[in-house]
């Protein structure tokens, strides 16, 4: 996910709360840097590619190979100053996220979720926030897009721990956005004929500010 306008060694497994969430707001400055060190920036595939159009093959192998991945996939997020970042969106066909992204406190959240499942809310928990959204993926476009302020995510961690992880305002709008990412869906297959037309209309009348994978 873009910003809005406005060692794996070193990563270790996140504790938990008291309800069983993941507790992704300690030490993020030092896990960011050292999955970052680790890794080397990839460029970013943009709609149109086929890898973004289709659900991702879940994660059924959690060695060496995803931590490096995962490695890449922080890296890759840094270099393009984005907040979130899906794996289909290096062109790696696999259901794993990361992100190192705010909520509307201030509160910065850093993690991994593999093969993520948004937990469906009760109507009274669904309350709509309508701001911008952009994707690293529809480069320098943005739209508004009403999305619940609230979301909590299940899946595993890089290491195949099961993992809870809830967030509010921005920070539930990246679960969200990343999560529809690995099903198959860009933020603009959300919007109307219209407003997609629009920021396809943004995105080609402007140079986007990291490297990106042309389609043929």
Not at 46 to 54: Q, R
Not at 113 to 128: F, H, M, S
Request: net charge negative; glycine share 8%; hydrophobic share 30%.
């Amino acid at each position: 996910m873009a910003q809005q306008d406005t060692d794996q060694q070193h990563a270790g497994v996140l504790p938990v709360d008291d309800e069983g969430f993941v507790i992704d707001t300690g030490e993020t400055e030092e896990r960011e840097q050292a999955w970052r060190r680790a890794g080397t920036a990839r460029p970013i595939t943009v709609v149109g590619n086929p890898v973004l159009h289709k659900e991702c093959k879940d994660v059924t192998e959690f060695g060496e190979e995803l931590q490096q991945l995962v490695a890449d996939m922080f890296a890759s997020q840094h270099a393009a100053e984005g907040v979130g970042l899906a794996a289909n969106q290096i062109g790696v066909d696999l259901k794993v996220f990361v992100y190192d992204c705010p909520d509307d406190e201030g509160a910065r959240h850093t993690g991994v979720v593999c093969n993520p499942k948004l937990v469906e809310l009760p109507t009274e928990r669904r309350r709509l926030d309508d701001s911008n959204e952009g994707c690293l993926s529809v480069p320098t476009a943005y739209a508004p897009l009403a999305r619940p302020d609230y979301a909590e995510v299940t899946g595993q961690d890089e290491k195949g721990n099961p993992v809870r992880v809830r967030g509010t305002g921005y920070f539930a709008r990246c679960l969200q956005h990343e999560t529809d990412h690995l099903y198959g869906y860009l933020y603009i297959d959300r919007l109307s004929k219209r407003e997609r037309k629009d920021a396809l209309r943004q995105m080609a009348e402007n140079e986007p500010r990291y490297a990106v994978v042309p389609n043929d």
